[in-house]
Structures are given as structure tokens and as C-alpha cells.
């Protein structure tokens, strides 16, 4: 091969893997996005959209980050504040949202 062809070649490759290393990425956040709102929903045992301390006391996923999560540190975490902490921490929109 000539040099611009193996120049060119070497670029594509390149390129190809850069890609799929982003969209392994962009998956991974995706998953763990849709992860943290099925764990919200199955916390908030008295389904008000919202939890506090209490329900979230011995998961250890997600009670270390309670205070990541609780924008405006009161205590509790609403499904606001759940998908305001996707979009920031995932760049990714927060699965179900809305609901």
C-alpha cells in the first residue's frame, strides 16, 4: 500500500472505533439512566413521586447519592429533581419521564 492509502485507512479505522466506543458509552448511560428511575419507582413505597431518607435507608446505590440527587437539599428527592440528576450526571434524557 501507499502511504496516503495507509494514512487514510489508519484514519478510517480510527474513526470507526471512536464511534463505537461513543455509542457504547451513550448505551451504558441510557441503562444506568433507566436503572436509577425503575430504583426510584420501587423506593418510593408510598408511590407520592417522591422520596425521602427513610425509604431509601440500606440501598447502598442509592442512598450514598441521596444528596447528589436532592437538588434543593430539603430532604427529599422528587421525580423533578430524579430526572433533573439523569440529564446532568448521564446527558441523557430520563427514561419515562413524566410518568
Known amino acids: ?3 496516503p492509502i495507509r494514512c487514510a485507512f ?3 479505522l480510527l474513526t470507526q472505533s471512536a464511534l463505537a466506543a461513543a455509542d457504547a458509552r451513550s448505551d451504558y448511560y441510557q441503562r444506568r439512566a433507566a436503572t436509577d428511575m425503575a430504583s426510584f419507582r420501587a423506593l418510593d413505597t408510598d408511590h407520592d413521586n417522591r422520596l425521602t431518607r427513610a425509604e ?3 440501598d447502598n446505590d442509592f442512598a450514598p447519592r441521596f444528596n447528589d440527587m436532592d437538588i434543593n437539599r430539603d430532604g427529599v428527592v422528587t ?3 430524579m430526572q433533573r440528576y439523569i440529564e ?3 446527558e ?3 427514561p419515562g419521564a413524566g410518568k
Open 10 to 12: 489508519a484514519m478510517m
Open 1 to 3: 500500500m501507499k502511504q
Open 79 to 81: 421525580q423533578e429533581e
Open 88 to 90: 446532568q450526571h448521564y
Open 92 to 94: 441523557v434524557s430520563a
Open 56 to 58: 431509601v435507608e440500606g
